[in-house]
């Protein structure tokens, strides 16, 4: 079984937001490539954690459910949530970052 081939629970949502983190007693900020109901996708410096390790994290001011290294490959990593993260709070988090994304832009005025 590869990580390609692993059934998701749940949809996984593209992220790109920084993250503060803890990862044995650490603080590690990461960043958060996808999130779902039931994990999400990080990436950070190699080396920064090993499988089985505990991660919480932070995402936009939100406490996601303790978590565990559940795979590494290299820099990436996957996180599998101990409980789940309601769908809405994931709509929000989305939105959030859509938000940014698309808000106000300078233009010029000739």
Not at 33 to 55: L, N, P, Q, T, Y
Request: aromatic letters at 4%; hydrophobic letters at 40%.
């Amino acid at each position: 079984m590869n990580l390609h081939s692993i059934p998701r629970a749940s949809e996984r949502r593209p992220m790109s937001l920084m993250v503060k983190s803890r990862v044995r007693s650490r603080v590690v900020f990461v960043d958060l490539i996808d999130i779902s109901e039931g994990g999400c996708k990080i990436r950070a410096k190699a080396g920064f954690a090993e499988v089985g390790d505990r991660v919480t994290m932070k995402v936009n001011g939100i406490n996601a459910p303790l978590g565990t290294i559940a795979w590494i490959e290299g820099q990436v990593a996957g996180v599998a949530f101990e409980g789940t993260i309601h769908p809405a709070v994931i709509d929000y988090l989305c939105d959030q970052q859509d938000d940014r994304d698309t808000g106000p832009r300078l233009r010029r005025i000739v």
